[in-house]
């Protein structure tokens, strides 16, 4: 089967170059060592190693420089948006003359396509689709088909199906300086590449025509435009520009373009999927007349027949991914194209947080399979749909390349893969140990808390505490916002973007205590906290559990005067070994300290880039009163008013000032959600783009 699965993979152009750490940083601690085992595993052949790495020991410095030493394509997975968003910022720091790249879904809000028989209730797809996340995404997927030096990060959604990717390189094309074409050829093989004509609303995705001068605005671009001028027949000058101000901004010999989306297909496949479509159909209504289903053949019957005139008239329709099986030619049951087949053999891949990602995994499949098989059954869709899916985990095995697992607490199925060995990287560069750990009784814990918070923020430290269950979340933040702490309670109904937001806040200082349940493990940054509270830490399971209290730990190791206090009145098993654990760690990183003479010292990164990096000081902007108050719900309301000014200014047909405003609001949105490192500047206009 991995076989099978493998040769679907591309070869990737030989056009760019190597990959090459641009940093002052060298390799320290246990950095070294786990890079020698792990260089020597991969170029050994090893299909699985596991590197155990804790926080704050550089795991992201440790990956750069392995795939500097091995120059090969990488994929690094992550568990979700939020982690992926880091790792992109810091990957495309240490990497600044490479391709970083970043997929992950892009949908800000998806309700997917489901019916629950019990109420006999029909929930129709809804979404909203994030415009930059998916010019990423078409980023993504040029730079592995273009360049050899590609890193992409991606959350487990790329074990999605999107197009195949024959049909996305197949169906690409080349202009050069000089050549000989038609222009209306080329508009023709726009459309069928899913660009639309758009001469006012010039948009990404989209071109226009004036006279003899074709623009093209790029799916994989957002402040850069091509214009063709043509002569007659003959391409006289490809050069590229700026869309809003048509400024030119350098020649270009050639140009590859490639689709508008990643499910495009050739009109001859179309043909031949619609036809399959049509026995599917007529199979499935003879399967509901056998079982004297009338309204599913009737279902089943109108909404198909619909979408095949759509497909027929247009090339697509909505939800046409739940025929992407017809459109990919591939068989029942089998995989569906993914990112993966994108990648080109001999690529890497690194699996960060991977006892939470190889979890999320094994999952995926089995959530999607329920709620689609349940759609066929009652006619909503053909059973095809089922087969527009995520991998399922022996796939995903057999497809996957050479894999790095990295995680401070990997789990069964990593270590089952490596026969238990693992490469350890304990040592801090910073020399910061794991925080003293201390078990308190459960007798008057939050009166006792409380005097802990005030001695922590009188010294300006945060505080994490973490709790069981909602309702006494919400009871200790009532209780300690009535006795006039600064406090915040993230919940699981946050959404990624006010999350990442809360915890801007927190490092900030709006307030000085976060309290929440399972939100406060993994891949929480916080150099500021300096005191981690776990409440009813006897009560074993899974929030409870070795794994759940160690990374819990770990959210105090970025600070040299941090500790970890744990409420109970019995050590439990899990505590004992995350106890043990922790004090293993320490007591290697302590002797480390001894021997190399170093004093430890708390993590102060990316603190001043919350605000104020370089490239924020110099910024073409929107004047504002009082810019450090724009934190949290007052930032959401500044960009509110922005937007209002925006649209005044374009309905006044003052567009350089809506254009200035929406500039504003896109930059403050990125520096919302932590992208904004993704910004460079244009040094001959003093502006800024996001990086393609």
């Known amino acids: 089967m991995a076989q099978s699965l493998k040769t679907k993979k591309i070869q990737k152009n030989d056009n760019s170059g190597i990959f090459k750490i641009e940093s002052s940083f060298i390799p320290n601690g246990d950095q070294p060592n786990a890079i020698k085992k792990l ?13 155990l790495g804790v926080t704050g020991s550089g795991k992201t410095f440790t990956m750069a420089k392995i795939i500097e030493f091995v120059q ?3 994929l690094i997975m992550a568990p979700n948006k939020t982690l992926a968003a880091q790792l992109y910022g810091e990957m495309k720091s240490l990497f600044p003359s490479n391709a970083i790249e970043y997929f992950v879904s892009y949908y800000d809000y998806y309700q997917p396509e489901a019916y629950v028989p019990r109420s006999d209730t029909y929930i129709e797809k809804e979404s909203s689709i994030n415009e930059q996340i998916d010019r990423l995404r078409h980023s993504a997927t040029r730079s592995l088909v273009e360049r050899k030096d590609t890193i992409i990060v991606a959350s487990v959604s790329c074990i999605y199906g999107i197009g195949p990717v024959e049909s996305y390189s197949k169906m690409s ?5 000089g050549q000989k074409i038609d222009q209306s050829e080329i508009i023709k093989k726009l459309v069928t590449l899913m660009y639309k004509r758009r001469d006012i609303d010039f948009r990404r995705g989209s071109f226009r025509v004036k006279g003899d001068v074709l623009e093209i605005f790029p799916s994989h671009y957002e402040d850069k435009s091509w214009r063709i001028s043509m002569f007659g027949n003959e391409i006289e000058n490809i050069s590229e520009n700026d869309p809003l101000t048509g400024e030119k901004n350098l020649e270009l010999n050639s140009i590859k373009i490639y689709s508008n989306s990643h499910y495009v297909t050739p009109r001859p496949t179309i043909q031949k999927a619609v036809q399959k479509i049509k026995v599917d159909l007529k199979n499935q209504i003879d399967v509901f007349e056998k079982e004297n289903k009338l309204l599913e053949k009737q279902r089943v019957e109108e909404r198909t027949t619909f979408d095949l005139e759509m497909i027929e008239t247009t090339g697509s329709c909505a939800g046409i991914e739940n025929y992407s099986r017809y459109l990919s030619g591939r068989k029942p049951g089998e995989y569906p194209p993914t990112l993966y087949e994108y990648m080109p053999e001999g690529s890497l891949l690194f699996v960060d947080e991977s006892h939470l990602t190889c979890g999320q995994i094994s999952g995926m499949y089995k959530g999607d399979y329920s709620r689609k098989s349940t759609l066929a059954n009652y006619g909503f869709r053909l059973p095809s749909c089922i087969d527009n899916r995520p991998l399922k985990r022996e796939e995903w095995d057999a497809m996957r390349p050479q894999t790095i697992f990295v995680s401070a607490t990997p789990g069964e199925y990593e270590l089952q893969k490596t026969g238990g060995t693992f490469v350890e990287q304990i040592i801090r560069p910073t020399g910061l140990v794991d925080p003293f750990c201390e078990v308190k009784t459960t007798e008057n814990q939050i009166d006792d808390l409380i005097d802990e918070c005030k001695e922590k923020i009188k010294n300006g430290y945060r505080i994490l505490i973490t709790t069981l269950t909602k309702k006494m979340s919400e009871d200790l933040t009532e ?3 009535e006795n006039s702490f600064k406090v915040r309670y993230l919940h699981s109904d946050i959404d990624t973007i006010e999350r990442i937001g809360i915890i801007r806040d927190l490092r900030l200082g709006v307030f000085d205590i976060l309290i929440g349940i399972n939100l406060l493990r993994e891949g929480l940054d916080i150099p500021e906290c300096a005191l981690v509270a776990i409440l009813d830490a ?3 399971g899974y929030l409870r559990s070795k794994t759940s209290l160690i990374q819990t730990i770990g959210r105090a190791a970025r600070n040299i005067d941090s500790k970890v206090i744990m409420y109970a009145d019995s050590i439990t098993k ?4 995350a106890l043990s654990e922790t004090n293993r760690r320490r007591e290697k990183q302590l002797n480390y300290n001894k021997i190399n003479n170093i004093t430890p010292e708390s993590i102060k990164k990316k603190i001043d880039q919350i605000i104020e990096s370089t490239p924020e000081q110099d910024h073409v902007t929107v004047e504002i009163k009082d810019k450090k108050q724009l934190v949290g719900k007052k930032l959401s309301d500044h960009v509110k008013d922005l937007e209002k000014m925006m649209l005044e200014s374009a309905a006044k047909l003052e567009f350089e000032k809506a254009a200035r405003l929406r500039d504003e609001i896109n930059r403050l949105k990125a520096e919302e959600i932590g992208v904004k490192n993704i ?4 040094k001959k206009r003093g502006r800024f783009y996001k990086n393609a």
Request: glycine share 6%.
């Open 173 to 177: 094309f080349e202009l050069k300086q």
């Open 538 to 540: 006897d009560k074993e």
């Open 679 to 682: 910004f460079f500047k244009n």
């Open 574 to 577: 899990s505590m004992k070994e």
């Open 72 to 74: 090969r394509p990488t």
């Open 39 to 51: 260089v020597h595993g991969i170029n050994k052949g090893e299909m699985e190693q596991v590197l």
């Open 479 to 481: 209780y300690m916002h």
